[in-house]
């Protein structure tokens, strides 16, 4: 089963942050959070992971609460494209024979 | 534009059809992955690859047959289907054991329907 918990879907308007919520309270010591997207039609996109500091990279913000048990995925400026399902991981990695387990994600709908 | 290819992007089958998805990645990866993915569900795991070694087997149906013929390659294999196996079929590749729990790549699948 997912170890992850996540809205089934939000409204974010276009050219507006998008904050993506995650909780993770029985995330382990070796367990990365990991965060891919899927638009339709299409198969699922990397879009950041961490394990307990805050991440940034081009696409998007990943902030973990110092007790891990949770988690947020910032899109800073949302776009039309940004349209997908977005889902929330937390897997061991390579620990686990890099097993990613999907919950069933947020759908995310950006509006003009 | 994915770095991992599939293909067929679709398939249509009959139930005694033997059939094969291919996967191809140029990345230099180690491990790869063949999700099941059914319509408004997420990905689900099937196989995992290591170094060209199934190191993973989610208890999946015998009439789905992986090969890794070398570390660019993933084929599967489908023999004697059954409707309900008509989904999308997902394969990823990561850099593997070793290398830095880095992400899995994606491709965008094929589109299996059985007759």
């Known amino acids: 089963d997912a170890k992850t918990t996540q809205p089934t879907s939000m409204d974010c308007a276009e050219g507006r942050a998008a904050n993506l919520p995650c909780n993770h309270s029985?995330?382990?010591?070796?367990?990365?959070v990991y965060w891919y997207r899927q638009i339709h039609s299409q198969g699922p996109q990397y879009i950041i992971h961490?394990?307990?500091n805050n991440e940034t990279n081009e696409m998007a913000s990943l902030i973990i609460t110092e007790d891990r048990k949770s988690s947020t995925l910032i899109l800073p400026h949302a776009t039309l494209r940004d349209t997908a399902v977005y889902y929330c991981?937390?897997?061991?990695?390579?620990?686990?024979?890099?097993?990613?387990?999907f919950g069933q994600g947020t759908e995310l709908s950006v509006k003009p | 534009d994915t770095e991992v290819t599939q293909t067929p992007k679709h398939l249509v089958m009959g139930m005694t059809n033997k059939k094969s998805l291919k996967c191809e990645q140029h990345?230099?990866?180690?491990?790869m992955y063949w999700y099941k993915q059914k319509a408004k569900k997420p990905p689900e795991l099937m196989f995992v690859?290591?170094?060209?070694?199934?190191?993973i087997n989610e208890s999946v149906p015998s009439r789905f047959s992986p090969e890794c013929p070398n570390s660019s390659l993933l084929n599967l294999h489908l023999h004697a289907l059954q409707p309900e196996d008509s989904a999308l079929y997902l394969c990823?590749?990561?850099?593997?054991?070793?290398?830095?729990?880095?992400?899995?790549?994606f491709g965008d699948g094929t589109r299996l329907s059985i007759l």
């Open positions: 990823a590749s990561s850099q593997g054991p070793g290398r830095g729990n880095q992400p899995q790549h």
């Open positions: 029985t995330i382990s010591g070796n367990e990365y």
């Open positions: 961490g394990l307990k």
């Open positions: 991981i937390v897997s061991a990695g390579d620990n686990q024979g890099g097993k990613l387990i």
């Open positions: 990345m230099g990866h180690r491990a």
């Open positions: 690859y290591s170094y060209e070694k199934l190191s």
